[in-house]
């Protein structure tokens, strides 16, 4: 008999399974309310079980009824969403080296690598180090997701 973390993470499988678009926006309150369970164990499940070494990222979203984002990653796009989540800090050049190998891979396009590295520049991230090089890390991280989620993941 399945648990019910595998009946949660197999409904929200089939759900991505589904979207023609390889993405989702769920809520865990229905969720949890469909298998009468407490949201935390949503949030249990999509945090263990759908997380970007596995192919998926997962983006909370504040308002609007707390809905929760979950997308499918191709191959090269989940390699590098499980790069990017272990980076804490990154210095401008490893950063431009990295939207280059994004770019070169073909999940973004060479505008959208220029805004990128241009948003990334020391002498526009005007803070001290280590601090400059840890916002400079959320920054990648949230602008290749977004670039990641308005490709459908693949």
Do not use: W
Not at 12 to 34: F, H, K, T, W, Y
Not at 137 to 148: C, E, P, Q, V, W
């Amino acid at each position: 008999m399945a648990s019910l973390a595998d009946e949660i993470e197999a409904y929200i499988r089939q759900l991505l399974q589904n979207s023609p678009d390889g993405s989702i926006v769920i809520q865990r309150a229905e969720i949890a309310e469909r298998f009468d369970c407490v949201p935390s164990q949503i949030s249990y499940v999509l945090m263990t079980r759908f997380t970007p070494d596995r192919g998926y990222v997962v983006e909370g979203r504040r308002g609007g009824g707390g809905n929760i984002r979950v997308m499918k990653l191709d191959a090269e796009a989940r390699e590098l969403a499980a790069l990017l989540q272990e980076i804490e800090a990154i210095d401008q050049a490893r950063a431009f080296a990295l939207v280059v190998r994004v770019q070169e891979a073909g999940l973004i396009s060479e505008r959208e690598a220029g805004v990128m590295q241009s948003a990334l520049r020391r002498d526009v991230l005007k803070l001290e180090l280590p601090e400059r090089d840890r916002v400079r890390a959320r920054l990648l991280r949230a602008m290749l997701t977004a670039a990641f989620d308005n490709k459908g993941g693949t």
